[in-house]
């Protein structure tokens, strides 16, 4: 759950000769509660008005200003953080996300969290355990490379994982998906009645792009 957005109100985004960028939500989020199919309803190579890398580059710089003094506003108010979950297939490009749209973050109000293969002590443990644990307080804003979505995805396609977190036995036999859903659902709007904005970002490339890289 995150806060209600209004996905079909125009934005505009400004350009760094002067031009403005105009779009909805709608172009690139997914709507709580809707099933979508990443081929057929999402372009990977949709690129809004910018028309090659240069400008890119060019629209990230001139807003990572805009993004560092919004970070002095949260510090300063301490009320509230911000917490953006990247997801994304291999070769996607998290790492780079991080290193170029937060390039003018001031590190000391920013941490970045990468979940692997879980320790022993974390298998010791609820799996939201180590989440938690890397939440940002107030004031501060949480990167999650990768997140707690691969306990319903690559967990889920191999099983073998699952069984490293001893689990109790489940009286209805269909596994522990349904329940992890409920559960990550309560746990995220717990975090936003709490002050945490969730920002949740899938970086879609195509799959011939990702046989280039």
Same mark, same amino acid.
């Given at each position: 759950?995150?806060?209600?957005?209004?996905?079909?109100?125009?934005?505009?985004?400004?350009?760094?000769?002067?031009?403005?960028?105009?779009?909805?939500?709608?172009?690139?989020?997914?709507?709580?509660?809707?099933?979508?199919?990443?081929?057929?309803?999402?372009?990977?190579?949709?690129?809004?008005?910018?028309?090659?890398?240069?400008?890119?580059?060019?629209?990230?710089?001139?807003?990572?200003?805009?993004?560092?003094?919004?970070?002095?506003?949260?510090?300063?108010?301490?009320?509230?953080?911000?917490?953006?979950?990247?997801?994304?297939?291999?070769?996607?490009?998290?790492?780079?996300?991080?290193?170029?749209?937060?390039?003018? &973050?001031?590190?000391?109000?920013?941490? +970045?969290?990468? =979940?692997?293969?879980? /320790?022993? !002590? $974390?298998?010791?443990?609820?799996?939201?355990?180590?989440?938690?644990?890397?939440?940002?307080?107030?004031?501060?804003?949480?990167?999650?490379?990768?997140?707690?979505?691969?306990?319903?995805?690559?967990?889920?396609?191999?099983?073998?994982?699952?069984?490293?977190?001893?689990?109790?036995?489940?009286?209805?036999?269909?596994?522990?998906?349904?329940?992890?859903?409920?559960?990550?659902?309560?746990?995220?709007?717990?975090? &936003?009645?709490?002050?945490?904005?969730? +920002?949740?970002? =899938?970086?879609?490339? /195509?799959? !011939? $792009?990702?046989?280039?890289?």
């Amino acid at each position: 759950m995150t806060h209600a957005l209004d996905f079909d109100r125009e934005r505009r985004l400004a350009l760094p000769e002067g031009g403005v960028v105009r779009f909805s939500l709608r172009q690139l989020a997914v709507e709580p509660g809707t099933q979508v199919v990443l081929g057929r309803d999402f372009d990977p190579a949709f690129s809004g008005a910018l028309t090659d890398k240069e400008s890119a580059r060019e629209y990230v710089a001139h807003n990572v200003g805009r993004l560092a003094a919004l970070q002095e506003k949260l510090y300063a108010q301490g009320t509230h953080a911000v917490l953006l979950v990247l997801q994304g297939i291999d070769s996607s490009g998290k790492d780079g996300t991080v290193r170029h749209v937060l390039s003018g &973050v001031n590190p000391q109000g920013c941490r +970045v969290s990468s =979940f692997k293969a879980p /320790s022993s !002590e $974390e298998l010791a443990h609820d799996y939201l355990w180590r989440v938690s644990r890397a939440l940002p307080a107030r004031g501060m804003i949480g990167i999650f490379n990768r997140s707690h979505y691969e306990e319903v995805l690559v967990v889920r396609v191999h099983p073998e994982f699952l069984a490293h977190q001893r689990l109790p036995g489940d009286d209805d036999g269909a596994g522990p998906w349904r329940r992890r859903f409920r559960e990550i659902n309560d746990f995220e709007r717990y975090l &936003v009645d709490n002050g945490i904005s969730i +920002v949740k970002v =899938f970086l879609n490339i /195509s799959k !011939e $792009e990702q046989r280039k890289r």
